[in-house]
């Protein structure tokens, strides 16, 4: 019976070290706050990475040119070229864009003891001791015995070796892990050293270094990791911890809970609104991030405005749009009428896309009489097959027949319960006299697909052959 019970123990254990998922440290604290960044490094963003329930905040320790200790990255501070050629007065007297001075170690600490978050302390480089910067070391050693600080809850991490090994020695219960990338987890543990912290694209080069070192009984974390993909692939991977400038997403992603990105890319403002309003709707009350992004302002859709006059009052339609749907926007830098495909600005897409980390993308279908939506799909369409093909893509259509031709739809998404309110957004665009559009072009449009959806109103979507379909959640239907 012992025997049994021993052997569900070891069985037991492993399944939860093979479906552990990674904890999530803020790096330089939770500073990358919508609507409101915070300083790095700064005591606000220590607090705000511990009320998000982050598992860890990273922070750094410099040694100022009179041997005190400061927070923060380096070598630059606000105007100071490099923090540790100067003294910790003048340090303390800059301040942070929320007003704060540098913060001193002891600060630090001090909060430290009132947070419940995991404190990843950085000792950094300096350039005074080009054999390991050891003095650094011994400076924060005595800091932490000053403040009594709980070694065996924190996370020590440098690119010194020296540093590392004489952590390890001193806090043997501590989790030191080295930054630097160059050793195997073999040649660290030869070293003492139980934990390693790379960067992902050493992992990408040798994902066996994970499973090594958990073998070992060592530590992986994994810095700093941003995009979504890359986040997703360190959770594959299996590290332990995955240090971050967005915490929340990475929490999201680890927990399955991140909503799909969702980018409608229109030619000018109204595009998007016309031709998938109905399906922008339905996926923002469904839990999708849906953003739309417009190629031009519409700089040539006013008679008697000039660009800038009508650029301004087309953005500002766009906006009123967006606030019925609910959806965000993003404006890029075409020109109305003047839209043009070179490398510049199949470039300027790819970056809009890299940047937004989309799931799903809608855009104009190619064979169009308007110039522009055809241009605008050449460059998403690019950008799809220079990003891997990450996203799925899906082409909507405007005045079928006389603008978008030769379409023949895929998908369906059922509008019926919403063509209201996609109406409303579009009206928003009281410069384009949408009315008369719709009662001659996109009304009988959507009757039109609704017949062949069996429905009252529908959108039609071509989608590209060889994406998937991953919002069946809306009833989307193939044809």
């Known amino acids: 019976m012992r025997r049994i019970i021993l052997i569900l123990a070891v069985i037991l254990s492993q399944a939860a070290v ?37 598992y860890g905040s990273e922070f750094d320790v410099n040694l100022t040119s009179d041997n005190q200790l400061i927070v923060c990255h380096g070598p630059r501070i606000v105007s100071l070229p490099d923090v540790q050629k100067e003294t910790f007065e003048t340090v303390r007297g800059e301040r942070l864009s929320n007003g704060e001075a540098p913060p001193s170690l002891d600060e630090y600490l001090s909060l430290i003891k009132k947070c419940k978050i995991r404190p990843v302390l950085e000792i950094k480089e300096d350039y005074r001791d080009k054999g390991g910067y050891l003095p650094v070391f011994e400076k924060v050693a005595e800091a932490l015995k000053k403040h009594r600080m709980n070694m065996d809850d924190m996370t020590i991490i440098s690119f010194s070796l020296e540093v590392c090994k004489a952590a390890a020695k001193k806090y043997p219960k501590t989790v030191v892990q080295y930054l630097g990338g160059e050793k195997s987890p073999q040649e660290l543990k030869a070293l003492g050293i139980k934990g390693l912290d790379y960067h992902y694209s050493v992992f990408d080069k040798h994902p066996e270094w994970v499973g090594q070192a958990h073998s070992l009984g060592m530590d992986v974390n994994v810095w700093t990791v941003d995009r979504k993909a890359d986040i997703k692939r360190m959770v594959d991977l299996g590290v332990d911890q995955i240090t971050t400038n967005n915490p929340v ?57 000039n660009n800038d006059e009508a650029a301004a009052i087309r953005s500002e339609e766009a906006r009123n749009a967006c606030a019925v749907t609910g959806a965000e926007y993003r404006f890029m830098t075409q020109i109305d009428g003047q839209t043009e495909i070179t490398k510049e600005r199949y470039d300027e897409m790819l970056k809009l896309i890299r940047e937004e980390e989309p799931d799903i993308v809608f855009t104009h279908w190619p064979i169009d009489g308007h110039r522009d939506h055809r241009i605008c799909s050449i460059l998403v369409y690019d950008s799809w097959r220079r990003s891997g093909r990450v996203f799925d893509l899906y082409y909507f259509e405007v005045m079928s027949g006389t ?55 529908a959108e039609a979507f071509v989608r590209q052959t060889d994406g998937n379909r991953i919002f069946e959640s809306l009833n989307l239907k193939t044809k």
Request: proline fraction near 6%.
């Open 249 to 305: 997403t990475a929490q999201q992603i680890i927990d399955g809970t991140l909503p799909k990105k969702v980018l409608i890319i229109g030619a000018h403002p109204d595009d998007p609104e016309t031709g998938c309003g109905g399906t922008m709707i339905l996926m923002k009350r469904a839990g999708y991030d849906v953003k739309c992004v417009y190629l031009t302002r519409g700089e040539a859709g006013i008679a008697g405005k």
């Open 18 to 54: 093979l479906y552990a998922q990674p904890k999530v440290i803020a790096h330089r604290g939770y500073w990358n706050i919508k609507g409101n960044i915070l300083p790095h490094n700064s005591l606000a963003s220590y607090r705000a990475a511990d009320s998000i329930g982050a």
């Open 403 to 457: 603008q978008t031709q030769n379409f023949q739809p895929t998908d369906y998404v059922d509008i019926s319960s919403v063509v209201e309110e996609k109406h409303n957004a579009c009206w928003c665009h009281v410069s384009q006299d949408m009315p008369p559009l719709f009662e001659g072009w996109h009304t009988p449009m959507e009757v039109f697909r609704g017949i062949e959806n069996r429905c009252k109103a």
